[in-house]
């Protein structure tokens, strides 16, 4: 039953895309289509957290090839992913109802946003190769034309361009990676997958091409080139859907190939997603640090937390290969939690992203300030969103990373030396890469809403609307459960693990005083309901001490002007100040940073002027050559459009020739 729900669902949002475009003409279809959405999001997740044990439902259908049909399959773990995307996309169809309001050409929108929602969950469902590629393509076609939508600015094209491309190599990749779990039988179910035993040589060769496609998906470094320009470019309910929720139906992608399809892991499987979840993690911290574009800071962020999850996924891999069952289901819950986690505070920094965008008109954080005056509302919930990204307790960011670490303190048990060597080193990327997020998201907060105003849109900036409020507001709320009672949500998670890894954490929802356990008490334990209420009471009581021995009258005066008369809000500490020893530090090695100072000499009145360039050496080293390759070849090609009729023909004739050459050697 729960699975025939979530297919006449996924119909459904087809259907609303379809009904869009009759309404394409109509003042209310923004507020339509999006209540339609919310309407059946929540229906498919209430669809995917219906309690069921561990049973497995399918279906299949008689749509796609003749000989291989449409299979579908609600297991535990695809039915927690379909709970995360539903959550997400109720949330960001809320927030459209507002939002949308202010959009100039819906109807370049509308019809795509419930295609999206519905090619997200189809790839969820999918029990075959056929209808999973199907799916992943239509899911990255229609979250192309969302980011195409605002087509007039050249800088968006650029970015559509850039997806298009990474999107269409990482389906080639995952076609190769299926093509190969196939092989010869040609059993392209993932039942029949399952059952087919794959030599060495070609499991790691399909890791690596799962490692490609589904990472270019989800943002990895080398291939996460297309994210920092894409998200920025899309209205700010598809950036939040595109980060939040997008990128864990490719980490689903991962699991599901890796953990289910391909077999007992290989100890060395674990090395890929640890280092290149480690330099994901610090490339993309770092990148969100020294970021003044609002839209571009949380989508290097999001890349931030896309490392965090695959290093806690190889950890997963590591014991899973090495048959230790509890420290294996540890990492991986810690992964699943973390992908919740993310899809909540990710979304609601993208919700306040677009709050922000919409009062001022500015994405550029150096133009704002002073926002808390005028955006009380958001500037709490934004900041409630970063103190959860930044991994502070009681927040549900800390959970799962203080879960991550406490995976990472079982690896001197592991047997072999170069993982034992690899662990810690990736350990210490990660303790790194928090330490700067907190860092980071205290700079994004302190420069966008305290202080004062920088420029005349954010002076005057104005509160954003109900819906998009209550989208925000629910999404804090269920930061902050997830953060006190994080044990229900890992008992949660504990089916999933029991099935791909073959173990389970104790069961936390028994223990006295909502206290989670990863291993043993006497190890380690934590309590958020505790520390919450110990933060409130001290809170109390430093209030409480400060008025009784002071005063209670509150006094307001001029802010510090430096010793000038008259104090300019230029005088304020900068974003660029801010990361200014980040980027003197770390930013020759991370990427090519050069400060320009022009400051003329004493009795030239031109102002003296500060420039900082920045460059992607993952772009320039990599992509950039690759570019320039396929222009010249590009080039060379197109002067065959002028060649005579001769020397067309002389062309066809040397190619027929090669070609019967080659066919004459093939052995």
């Not at 669902?9 to 507020?31: E, F, Q």
């Not at 100072?597 to 003296?608: C, Q």
């Amino acid at each position: 039953m729960p699975l025939t729900v979530a297919l006449w669902s996924i119909a459904a949002l087809l259907g609303t895309g379809a009904l869009s475009i009759a309404l394409a003409r109509s003042v209310a279809a923004s507020r339509v289509v999006y209540g339609l959405c919310c309407v059946l999001c929540v229906v498919l997740f209430a669809a995917a957290v219906i309690p069921r044990s561990a049973v497995a439902l399918t279906a299949a259908l008689p749509l796609g090839l003749p000989w291989i049909g449409a299979h579908f399959r609600l297991d535990v773990l695809s039915a927690f992913f379909l709970a995360i995307i539903n959550l997400g996309g109720a949330a960001a169809s809320l927030y459209a109802i507002g939002y949308g309001a202010h959009e100039k050409h819906p109807s370049r929108i509308l019809p795509f946003f419930p295609a999206f929602l519905a090619g997200m969950n189809l790839v969820l469902l999918a029990d075959d190769a056929f209808s999973f590629l199907v799916a992943w393509e239509f899911m990255s076609l229609s979250s192309w034309a969302l980011v195409l939508a605002h087509h007039h600015d050249a800088e968006n094209r650029r970015a559509a361009f850039t997806y298009l491309l990474m999107a269409s190599f990482g389906t080639l990749a995952l076609l190769m990676a299926f093509g190969l779990l196939a092989g010869s039988v040609g059993g392209y179910s993932f039942s029949d997958i399952r059952q087919a035993a794959a030599p060495s040589w070609k499991s790691g060769l399909v890791l690596a091409l799962v490692l490609l496609g589904a990472g270019s998906k989800a943002g990895l470094v080398p291939l996460h080139v297309w994210l920092p320009l894409a998200h920025p470019a899309a209205p700010s309910h598809v950036s939040a859907l595109m980060s939040g929720v997008m990128t864990k139906v490719a980490i689903y992608g991962f699991i599901r190939i890796v953990f289910d399809l391909l077999g007992p892991p290989e100890f060395w499987w674990s090395a890929p997603p640890l280092t290149l979840g480690a330099i994901t993690a610090i490339f993309g911290i770092l990148c969100a640090t020294i970021q003044s574009d609002l839209k571009k800071l949380l989508a290097y962020s999001t890349i931030e937390n896309i490392g965090v999850i695959f290093i806690a996924l190889g950890l997963a891999l590591a014991f899973k290969a090495n048959g230790m069952a509890l420290p294996a289901a540890l990492a991986f819950t810690a992964a699943l939690f973390h992908i919740f986690n993310h899809s909540l505070f990710k979304s609601l920094l993208f919700f306040g992203a677009g709050a922000v965008l919409n009062a001022t008109g500015e994405r550029d954080i150096e133009r704002l300030g002073g926002l808390i005056h005028s955006m009380p509302r958001t500037a709490f919930l934004f900041l409630g969103a970063c103190l959860a990204i930044s991994a502070l307790p009681p927040l549900n960011g800390f959970v799962s990373e203080w879960l991550v670490f406490q995976a990472v303190l079982l690896s001197p048990s592991l047997p072999q030396w170069g993982l034992k060597l690899l662990v810690p080193a990736v350990g210490v990327a990660l303790a790194l890469s928090a330490a700067l997020c907190a860092g980071c998201f205290v700079r994004l907060f302190g420069i966008a809403f305290l202080g004062r105003a920088r420029s005349s849109a954010a002076r005057n900036a104005h509160e954003t609307d109900f819906w998009s409020l209550a989208a925000m507001s629910g999404l804090l709320a269920l930061c902050l459960l997830a953060g006190l009672l994080p044990s229900y949500l890992i008992d949660t998670i504990t089916p999933a693990a029991k099935l791909f890894v073959g173990g389970h954490m104790p069961t936390q929802g028994g223990l006295p005083w909502l206290s989670i356990v990863p291993i043993a008490e006497s190890r380690s334990s934590y309590n958020g309901l505790l520390l919450f209420i110990f933060i409130v009471f001290s809170t109390l009581v430093a209030a409480r001490f400060v008025h009784g021995f002071g005063s209670r009258a509150s006094r307001r005066g001029l802010a510090w002007d430096c010793g000038y008369p008259d104090a300019s809000p230029v005088t304020q500490y900068t974003a660029s100040s801010f990361a200014q020893p980040v980027r003197r530090t770390l930013g020759n090695v991370a990427f090519v940073a050069r400060d320009h100072l022009d400051m003329p000499p004493p009795g030239d009145i031109r102002p003296a002027r500060f420039n900082v360039e920045i460059h992607d050496r993952v772009w320039a080293g990599v992509y950039a050559p690759i570019l320039r390759g396929v222009d010249f070849c590009a080039d060379q090609f197109n002067k065959t459009h002028f060649l005579t009729i001769q020397g067309n023909l002389t062309l066809v004739f040397i190619a027929l020739v090669g070609l019967l050459l080659v066919v004459a050697i093939w052995p």
